[in-house]
């Protein structure tokens, strides 16, 4: 059977490319935390498969194996096409890859004929084992030489986004973030509030991670640098490690008992005066921050930097509010199978 998109949803994503170009690895190292090296051993991917992920949206991710010719007649190409949000074309940057530009713009012609709204990403991977040099080189060859095929299809004005992406480093989960971000729609909404979380929070930079996968659904509008994702991200694993450490507290002992989840918040006072603060959102969603504004650097007094940090927790509890409400909302407008609204909220 043909895999088919959920019903009522365009956020899912359709991973293809040539075989052995790293579809199924990217999969298992940012949905499924497998370590890097281990997807050497991978099989070759044989049928299609889908995997749903609930996140701020609930998302679907469909891999199509190499070998398979979604072109032959009894394959339902066009409803397939019809019902993503955004293809995902991999390109083995290591590799020869000529056949895989020409196999591009033939799937991007047909995509594009049958659903106009698609996102088209293409994912240059597996960099790491080329030079600083020959990456640029790389990524100016195969825009340069799809911008040629499209156009040689009247296929000018088709919007295609490149990412130069690696699965042994941080490239994959910034390219994933960009791409998930694309299918919410309420995310100028989500843009806007962090961006009045920052002003009003001493914060310099701010992301909304999908906890499991670490992609960052939204972050404020300043330029994402990614040493800072890094930190932020990996303060995420490391607050989780020392959360499975502690017995529970009286505290959130009476919050379990009352039917609330333990609500989980961190803040680190890094060695260079910035303090990284991470607080439990909505379904799977965490606000991790980094702060390095002057009141609560290091050497100002224990009192500044406790008001600073009670002025966080305020607005980042008002951020979570609208979360909710915004949340709450887009399912009013999307009514789940059984007619009633989702309510669950952790
Ligand atoms: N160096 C490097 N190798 C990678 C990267 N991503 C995947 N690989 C390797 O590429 C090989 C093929 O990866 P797969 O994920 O099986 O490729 P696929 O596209 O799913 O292949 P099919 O299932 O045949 O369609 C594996 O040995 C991976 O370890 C990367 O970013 N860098």
């Given amino acids: 059977m043909e895999p088919t998109a959920k019903d009522n949803t365009n956020a899912t994503i359709l991973l293809m490319g040539l ?13 499924h935390n497998m370590q890097p090296l281990d997807t050497l051993y991978l099989e070759s991917t044989s049928k299609p498969t889908t995997e749903q992920f609930s996140s701020l949206i609930d998302l679907s991710v469909m891999e199509l194996p190499g070998q398979l010719n979604y072109f032959e007649p009894n394959y339902d190409s066009e409803r397939l096409f019809s019902s993503i949000g955004a293809l995902v074309y991999v390109i083995d940057s290591q590799d020869e890859y000529l056949n895989a530009l020409t196999n591009l713009s033939m799937i ?33 060859d195969i825009m340069q030489r799809t911008g040629d095929e499209l156009l040689d299809l009247g296929l000018e004005g088709v919007q295609v986004s490149f990412y ?28 806007n509030m962090l961006d009045n979380l920052v002003q009003h929070s001493s914060i310099d ?27 932020c991200a990996e303060f995420i694993d490391i607050t989780i490690d020392l959360d499975d450490l502690y017995v529970e507290n009286e505290r959130t002992k009476g919050a379990v008992a009352s039917g609330r989840d333990k609500e989980l918040k961190s803040i680190s006072h890094l060695s260079n005066g ?12 965490a606000l991790v921050a980094l702060i390095r504004n002057d009141d609560v650097r290091k050497g100002s007094t224990d009192t500044n930097q406790d008001k600073s940090l009670a002025i966080i927790d305020y607005n980042v509890n008002l951020f979570k509010q609208s979360l909710i409400k915004i949340w709450k909302n887009s399912r009013l407008e999307q009514p789940t199978p059984n007619g009633g609204v989702a309510d669950q909220l952790a």
Avoid: W
């Fill in 108 to 140: 991007i012609e047909f995509a594009y004929k049958v659903n106009p709204k698609i996102n088209i990403e293409v994912l240059i991977h597996k960099i790491d084992g080329l030079s600083e040099d020959y990456r640029i080189d790389a990524q100016r």
């Fill in 205 to 231: 930079k701010v992301f909304l991670f999908d906890v499991n996968s670490k992609i960052y659904v939204a972050t404020d509008s300043s330029p994402v640098d990614i040493q800072t994702y890094e930190v």
């Fill in 164 to 191: 130069l992406t690696s699965i042994f480093d941080h490239s994959i989960y910034e390219a994933f973030s960009r791409i998930v971000q694309k299918l919410i729609p309420e995310l100028p909404s989500l843009e």
């Fill in 274 to 285: 910035s303090i990284l603060y991470l607080k439990q959102m909505i379904r799977g969603l």
């Fill in 19 to 31: 075989r052995r170009g790293g579809k199924s690895s990217i999969c298992k190292v940012v949905f």
